[in-house]
């Protein structure tokens, strides 16, 4: 059974990383609709959307018929290396060292490339399906993973599916209203926020997967999250003192 210590970290890591990867996609999704026509770009997200959820079907029941400690190893091994991916980033960038990610550079580079040709276009573009496609289905399969990983440790899917679908719902809600990329959204925070909380909950599983029996169990998660947090601000803040590195890191 799960408790309020474990479910509110499987939630706010399933909300937190969807943002990020709804935020990306609903970017193609706009651009693809201002330039192709939003019949293009609704059509390639309902496709991915449909894979999707095929997808996840299968895959779901299947995760419950792996043996508990073994399934926690695996996916603890999954989280720690996906979160470790995202923190490194993360921090890369809040140092100085990569270049933040503008949603609206982004955007109006989509929207120049798909523009071309645009007055050529049939009824059903299949440039603007394929395009929303592909972005949909990449983003889509990241949630879908993390979602499956968060939940499948600890019986916590249900819980990490409402994070993940609250993120949906708030991002399409609020980019069809304005019609224009979340360039707002704090992307990079979320990401360093999200590497922590995948990094967390991948050392907690991969313990529990070998047999470890954390000091205050669940509660372990919090220390965890603490931990990643101090150290990935503080080499951030490192980074910075040091001053612009660009291109010392791949």
């Given at each position: ?78 989280l720690l290396l996906f979160g470790l991916g995202w923190l490194r980033k993360a921090i890369l ?158």
């Amino acid at each position: 059974m799960s408790t309020l210590s474990t479910a509110w970290p499987a939630i706010g890591a399933a909300f937190a990383a969807s943002l990020v990867e709804v935020v990306e996609a609903f970017t193609i999704v706009l651009a693809v609709g201002s330039t192709r026509g939003w019949r293009a770009a609704w059509t390639g997200t309902l496709a991915a959307l449909a894979l999707l959820a095929a997808t996840v079907a299968l895959v779901g029941p299947a995760l419950l018929r792996v043996p508990i400690h073994t399934l926690q190893l695996v996916v603890g091994v999954l989280l720690l290396l996906f979160g470790l991916g995202w923190l490194r980033k993360a921090i890369l960038r809040s140092g100085g060292v990569l270049a933040l990610r503008d949603e609206s550079a982004l955007y109006d580079k989509a929207t120049r490339e798909l523009g071309e040709g645009a007055s050529s276009s049939n009824a059903r573009d299949w440039i603007g399906v394929i395009t929303v496609f592909k972005a949909v289905l990449l983003e889509g399969m990241e949630v879908a993973f993390t979602v499956l990983a968060i939940g499948a440790g600890h019986d916590l899917i249900l819980e990490a599916s409402l994070g993940a679908a609250a993120a949906c719902v708030l991002v399409l809600a609020i980019g069809m209203v304005l019609r224009q990329p979340l360039a707002r959204v704090p992307e990079n925070g979320l990401k360093f926020g999200v590497g922590i909380l995948l990094t967390a909950f991948g050392v907690f599983w991969t313990g529990e997967g070998l047999g470890l029996r954390w000091p205050g169990a669940e509660l372990a998660l919090l220390a965890l999250v603490a931990l990643f947090a101090i150290t990935g601000l503080a080499t951030a803040r490192l980074l910075r003192l040091r001053g612009p590195q660009r291109g010392r890191f791949a």
